[in-house]
Nanobody
């Protein structure tokens, strides 16, 4: 069972930036996709961005053009650069592995504990 640990969350003003990181406990295979999900209070978990080790990516419409997902040189790291943050981006952000670029949470088998992002003035 791959363990995932997120970091980098925090509080930021609207228009600000944050960079989230995720480290996996072991190398994820070349056919594994990883993704970032988020869940705000009272809302369903939604896929934000995904990347496969081929380099293919996908983004939700709500973050496309503002967020960038990338993988580190070490094949067990994942990043999410978040720019032009809005109050509606406030949520717990989770790193996940094992699914595909359709970003359906039911297809991902490994999850981190989450890191909180709060966007407020």
């Amino acid at each position: 069972q791959v363990q995932l640990v997120e970091s980098g969350g925090g509080s930021v003003q609207p228009g600000g930036s944050l960079r989230l990181s995720c480290v996996a406990s072991e190398y994820t295979s070349s056919r594994t996709c990883m993704a970032w999900f988020r869940q705000a209070p009272g809302k369903e978990r939604e896929g934000v961005a995904g990347i496969c080790w081929s380099g293919a990516t996908s983004y939700s419409d709500s973050v496309r053009g503002r967020f960038t997902i990338s993988k580190g040189n070490a094949k067990n790291t994942l990043y999410l650069q978040m720019n032009s943050l809005k109050p509606e981006d406030t949520a717990m952000y989770y790193c996940a592995a094992g699914g595909d670029l359709r970003l359906r949470s039911s297809t991902f088998t490994n999850w981190g504990q989450g890191t909180q992002v709060t966007v407020s003035s």
